[in-house]
């Protein structure tokens, strides 16, 4: 009587780049259960219950999915993007470490086409070369360690990939983060601001720090940083592999 | 008479991981061109030619696809994962600066599951948190380049993943950088050595960095590394969002 638990990334939004061994989950499913935006793109039809839960509860979406795979029915839990980057996957994880009695639950991840991935795509191969991904929002850790990894990456030489810049909470934020880049990368390198990407309402802008701003960003933003190399060709943007 | 130019991911290795828009661009080509065992998971059919090349002709490759394109082929470059993380995108770029005559050809790259993110959901969620992705090759970049990066990734936490991480022609690098996340993030740091991804011959395995050795990695093996967060949960191994 035991179900199982699928945790399933739908990538950036196109229908086209959903794999299909996440269609055939979908179609498998008794329950799918996710943040609105997402559940609202799975169809509906008969025997598939959807379960659509506000931003913010994700442990307690987590511990609601767990209980009903245990109970024998067959749950798929979406995310957007990849499950596995700054989405449930963890999150899933969490709850099972804080649920023991529902440690026994078959638990399968299907990888997907992550934002910054996608965005890259249609503007070229900006992170063509070695990279890191940062999570903007400090809900779950210091913002000095945000601080520290953008000063770190910099360093590096990193093109870097921003997941989360900007909320109407912490609207401030992410000038300082601009700052900070200014200083340690200088005001020549290319930013690119990738909003709804692979949505109708795709809006994509490359410019460099000197022109950036924090108004370019909001929470369906996904931004991109070059490294020292990255440079623009005709309209689009790459990283060479001989970077560094 | 201009024909187009697609760049395409491919997925890890599973056919259910190519997403439909990478499988309505393969069923318009003409050409598809590539590194041998990409092509070779492309089905022949009538009015589809097949260029499979070698590695480290990457150049060629590109320029070869590039003409064809401006002679009015719907030519479709292919990747394994994703074009864009060390792959054939930025590859391509490199061709179109050398060939001004060819800056013309519109290109479109199409993203793909690549295979850290694969990995990641074979095991739980290791890349839950902030990450870096490292080629650790020195075909294109010196090796000092290698690690100082791999330093600087240790002092910020972030959890890393690594392509391309040993060859018959450097076995010796690998071992040097086990070394050094040894020396900068303690032996009991978890490492995941995740070879041929999704492929019937998949193999995964989850050690400390004490346990590790330079042969468990070849270059079909992406490799995960956690941050000082990661922690294993019955059979899976996941970052919890809160780490840092």
Redo the contacts between chains.
Sequence with gaps: MNGTLVIAGL?PG????????VT?ALADATDVVGYIPYVARIPPREGLILHATDNRVELERAVHALEMAAAGRRVVVVSSG?????AM??????A??RTPYL?HVD?R??????AM??A???I????????????LSDN???WE?VE??LR??A????AMAFYNPRSSSRPHQFARVLDILREDCGPERLIIFARAVTMPEERISVVTLAEAHADMADMRTVILVGNASTRR??P?V???????
Tied chains: 1, 2.
């Design positions: 990538g196109d229908e086209a780049l959903v794999t299909p061994e055939a990849d499950p596995g980057v700054f996957a963890s999150a899933v994880f969490e099972v470490e440690a638990i991840i299907l990888p997907g086409v992550t991935l996608a890259a795509a249609r070229g191969a900006p992170l063509g070369h070695d990279f890191c991904v940062i999570n779950l850790k210091p360690t520290r990894r770190l990456a360093q590096a030489d990193f060709i005709g689009y790459y990283t060479p592999r001989r970077s560094g």
